[in-house]
C-alpha cells in the first residue's frame, strides 16, 4: 500500500476527480471536502488546485490525530 503524499494526491486528483468535475460541473462551481490531512494543505496541492480546478470553495474538516 502506498502512502499518500503531495505528488500522489495531486495525481489522484488530475486522474480521477478532474475529470469528473469536467463531466459533471459545467458551471464551473466546485466544492472541495478535505480534512486537515497535512498533504491535503500543502502548497503544492493548494497550487495545483488553484491551476487546475480554479476557484473551488474548499472545506477543511478536523482530521484525527
Do not use: C
Not at 27 to 47: I, K, M
Amino acid at each position: 500500500m502506498e502512502r499518500t503524499n503531495k505528488e500522489s494526491y495531486s495525481e489522484f486528483l488530475e486522474e480521477k476527480v478532474l475529470p469528473y468535475i469536467d463531466q459533471h460541473y459545467d458551471d464551473g462551481h466546485v466544492y472541495l471536502l478535505h480534512d486537515n490531512h497535512p498533504v491535503h494543505n500543502s502548497n503544492h496541492v493548494r497550487e495545483w488546485i488553484s491551476n487546475n480546478i480554479g476557484a473551488a470553495e474548499d472545506f477543511v474538516i478536523p482530521h484525527p490525530g
